[in-house]
């Protein structure tokens, strides 16, 4: 979730972009225990935003003015190349102390060995700040090999003047719309000219997967050996709503399916759509792009039999190589206390995983732009099975992305899709 959107508006970030390998003598290879001086720590953060970028490298500043014995070094990274540069830097015993990532991503270092177990590294406040669901999306093994720190959930976000002429009242931020009252009021917000609903479906795949879980539908089914795909009636559910708005109750726009979430803001914004399934993120375009006297409000995650999602939280890992872990773990305790935490994810347009980190971004945002929403949705984001498998991102670009397209497009049936699902978990699973 996070590369995809952060592959998406990377090309505006104007992120420079600094090689790991040209960073040898201070980090994680070159020093040890003996040396004289303070520790000195790299510290590889994919902050790219303007206020996230701020954010990261004043909280280093900080710490480094206020740490003589332990110092950081800020390493500017891109989600873009990332994966290549850390699995270099890894095979070549040359990676940062700290690095900067997300849980879907780190498993695959973590079952190399290239990433320190945390279990005894962080505290029990910071362990009991954050939900065990969580925290399972980054134990590997039974390893911890990653804090996680931001969340971004998927809610929706809605024109005011739409709903309220349309005499539908926004639920409060802790009580959501079951899915038969979100599609029935997007029926009622249909007319001519507009839909009720944008469904932004060009990568759908981890959109359905994630939504999946309202019905506990999990997709992936094993016991410890082979994992295969299932596609049963919870796993049906929501590909089956969301094409129910599509072609039966005709509430939702079939030209969204080919458009990211950035694509549908022009429609949104001159009427056409009332609302916006997508991710708490698109709030920051709300507030950049909206044009002036536009309302518009974030409501809660839909619910099925529960609000529950899938969690991939952007996470904070230590290099199994680091001379300094101590030193290392305490840096992640300054920099994710939940003043801090409540910063870096008001920079990012993200959720906070520490329950603190939620109450002090509430409060200090007034709850307004959708924060009080956003907040209260980290309750209901957990690991999913989809998250732990190995073959997933190969089964989701041949398979499932293909045919949830068609799916959506009405070129095939549902259980065809089911399938096609099945069928290609056959050819990559393991």
């Not at 390493?75 to 830097?89: A, F, M, P, R």
């Not at 009622?188 to 839909?195: A, E, H, I, R, S």
């Not at 060009?202 to 295969?228: C, H, I, M, Q, W």
Request: hydrophobic share 40%; proline share 5%; net charge negative.
């Amino acid at each position: 979730m996070f590369r995809t959107r952060f592959r998406r508006l990377a090309a505006g970030a104007a992120v420079a972009v600094i090689g790991l390998g040209a960073l040898t003598a201070c980090g994680a290879g070159g020093d040890d225990e003996a040396t004289s001086g303070p520790a000195k720590l790299r510290f590889l953060s994919l902050a790219w935003q303007k206020e996230s970028l701020q954010v990261n490298k004043d909280l280093v500043a900080k710490w480094n003015a206020e740490h003589p014995d332990i110092q950081v070094e800020y390493v500017q990274g891109d989600w873009n190349s990332v994966h290549d540069q850390l699995l270099t830097s890894f095979e070549g015993g040359d990676a940062p102390d700290i690095v900067h990532y997300e849980a879907s991503s780190i498993g695959e270092f973590s079952k190399q060995g290239y990433l320190a177990d945390l279990s005894d590294l962080v505290s029990d406040d910071l362990l009991g700040q954050i939900d065990k669901g969580i925290w399972d999306t980054t134990t590997v093994d039974g390893k911890v090999t990653g804090v996680p720190f931001l969340l971004e959930s998927q809610v929706v976000i809605a024109n005011k003047k739409l709903l309220d002429a349309a005499g539908v009242a926004v639920p409060p931020a802790d009580g959501g719309w079951t899915w038969d009252e979100f599609q029935a009021n997007a029926q009622k917000l249909t007319k001519p000219g507009q839909y009720g609903a944008a469904w932004a479906l060009k990568s759908p795949t981890n959109r359905v997967l994630n939504l999946a879980l309202n019905y506990d539908g999990k997709f992936f089914y094993g016991d410890g050996g082979r994992t295969e795909v299932k596609v049963g009636d919870a796993e049906k559910e929501i590909p089956k709503r969301i094409h129910d708005m599509l072609y039966t109750a005709k509430s939702a726009s079939p030209e969204a399916l080919g458009m990211s979430g950035a694509d549908t803001l022009p429609g949104f914004f001159g009427g056409k759509y009332a609302m916006l399934p997508g991710s708490v993120s698109l709030r920051q375009q709300m507030v950049e792009q909206a044009p002036a006297g536009f309302e518009w409000v974030t409501l809660p995650p839909i619910k099925g039999l529960s609000s529950k999602q899938a969690a991939n939280p952007q996470t904070l890992s230590i290099s199994e190589d680091s001379k300094h872990k101590k030193q290392a773990a305490q840096f992640l305790e300054y920099f994710l206390n939940p003043t801090n935490m409540a910063a870096l994810a008001k920079g990012d347009w993200l959720v906070p995983t520490g329950k603190q980190a939620n109450e002090e971004l509430v409060k200090l945002t007034a709850g307004k732009q959708g924060w009080d929403v956003a907040a209260d949705s980290a309750t209901d984001l957990t690991v999913a099975p989809f998250q732990q498998a190995d073959g997933y991102p190969e089964w989701k670009t041949k398979y499932a992305t293909p045919a949830l397209q068609q799916y959506f497009a009405n070129k095939i049936t549902l259980d065809q899709l089911g399938t096609q699902l099945v069928d290609g978990g056959k050819q990559v699973l393991r």
